[in-house]
Structures are given as structure tokens and as C-alpha cells.
């Protein structure tokens, strides 16, 4: 079945330093969502690709969909304490459902 | 934006009493809601599609009859977990699709814990 792979696990980040977390997965997608959840908060919306190479911005957030449709990226520049928490991928297929992928959790050092 | 109640927040029970967890879509119609199972720090996995008005489609290793959905209205999914037990306790977290981006809208969770 349907594989969606984040990596790293863990993101421990410098309060100002930039990271990037990337996606991947075992199958060709329709469209690709991202979710942020605040420790003991339950995961929220933040976006969905669906062109191939497409890039969309959110302030200091940048989301990239592979040209092959397969992968995904996350780059967050001059991290702030308020962007601790865990980031989700989650990739459809045709037709399919919403496959989550294992998350990034993101700590942040002041 | 749209919102999804899930109640109670946290339950405490006794192994072998049964658990049930609501979950409200609020200002808009879910004919489809979903019911994940989360770890402490690991990711979301999917345990059943709840489907309005039909039987839900569960999950590979996912026991139907241990976990049970109830779809009755646009609005209101349920999932009942039976004769729990202490490796039932978890956090459950309940999702509804809305919107044309088809983005999941979630319930703030249900830490249960069986004793």
C-alpha cells in the first residue's frame, strides 16, 4: 500500500536558524497536505499542493511539491519558539485517502 | 473556518467497560468523517472512514466489533470502544472533510486511559 515517509524525525532548531523537513512517498500523488499540531493540540491545516513543482509561501513557511509528484518540502527560515510542534505530510493518491506520514517534531533552543 | 467538536476530552475508565467518543461537525456537513489512533509522539494512523447513513470501512487490523462507528447524522460520528482494556488507552482524534480542498478539519482528541 501507499508509503509517506518524513524525515528527520526530530528537528531541534536555533531560535532565528532556518530547517527544512522533506516528504516522501512510495506512490504518485493527487495532491499534498501539510498539518502542524502544537504539543497537546490536535493537528490543523496549513496547505495543499497539487501542481507539479509547485512552491506556495506562508510568511516564513515554504511548501514544495516535487516535479514527479512523489515528494514533498517544508522550509521554515528564522525559526521562532512559536513554531514547536510536530509537522505532518499527508499524500493522496487517485481516488484514495489521506495517508499521513510519521512527522517532524520540531524543538526550538532560545 | 470550520470546526469539529470531539467529547469528552479525556475519559478514565475500568477494563472491561465501554467508551464512547463523540465527534460534531458544527457549522457544516460531514458525510464522511475519519478516526485515527495517535501514540505519544507518533503520527496519526487511521483506524476507520465513518460514512452517513452506511457502514463504516475499516482498516486493515483494525476489529470492528471492539471499535464501534455510528454515522447516523451529517453531523455526528461516534465511536464506542468496547470491554476496554489497558492497551486500548490511547489518544483518539476524530476528523471531518470540508471544504473544496477536501482539508481534514479535527477534533481537539480523546486521551483514554483504561485502568
Known amino acids: 500500500g501507499q508509503q509517506v515517509m518524513q524525515i528527520p524525525q526530530y528537528q531541534h532548531v536555533q531560535e532565528g536558524e532556518d530547517f527544512t523537513t522533506y516528504c516522501n512517498s512510495s506512490t504518485t500523488l493527487s495532491n499534498i497536505q501539510w498539518y502542524k499540531q502544537r504539543p497537546g493540540g490536535h493537528p490543523v491545516f496549513l496547505i495543499q499542493?497539487?501542481?507539479?513543482?509547485e512552491v506556495k509561501k506562508q510568511k516564513r513557511l515554504t511548501f514544495q511539491f516535487g516535479e514527479a509528484k512523489k515528494n514533498s518540502s517544508l522550509h521554515i527560515t528564522a525559526t521562532q519558539t512559536t513554531d514547536v510542534g510536530t509537522y505532518f505530510c499527508a499524500g493522496r493518491a487517485a481516488g484514495n485517502k489521506l495517508t499521513f506520514g510519521g512527522g517532524t517534531r520540531v524543538l526550538v533552543k532560545p | 473556518g470550520a470546526v469539529v467538536s470531539q467529547h469528552p476530552s479525556w475519559v478514565i475508565c475500568k477494563s472491561g467497560t465501554s467508551v464512547k467518543i463523540e465527534c460534531r461537525s458544527l457549522?457544516?456537513?460531514?458525510?464522511?468523517m475519519f478516526w485515527y489512533r495517535q501514540f505519544p509522539k507518533q503520527s496519526l494512523m487511521l483506524m476507520a472512514t465513518?460514512?452517513?447513513?452506511?457502514?463504516?470501512?475499516?482498516e486493515q487490523g483494525v476489529e470492528k466489533d471492539k471499535f464501534l462507528i455510528n454515522h447516523a447524522s451529517l453531523t455526528l460520528s461516534t465511536l464506542t470502544v468496547t470491554s476496554a482494556h489497558p492497551e486500548d488507552s490511547s489518544f483518539y482524534i476524530c476528523?471531518?472533510?470540508?471544504?473544496?480542498?477536501?482539508?481534514?478539519?479535527f477534533g481537539s482528541g480523546t486521551q483514554l486511559s483504561v485502568l
Open positions: 476528523s471531518a472533510s470540508g471544504g473544496a480542498k477536501e482539508k481534514l478539519f
Open positions: 499542493l497539487v501542481k507539479s513543482g
Open positions: 457549522d457544516f456537513q460531514a458525510t464522511t
Open positions: 465513518s460514512n452517513e447513513g452506511s457502514k463504516a470501512t475499516y
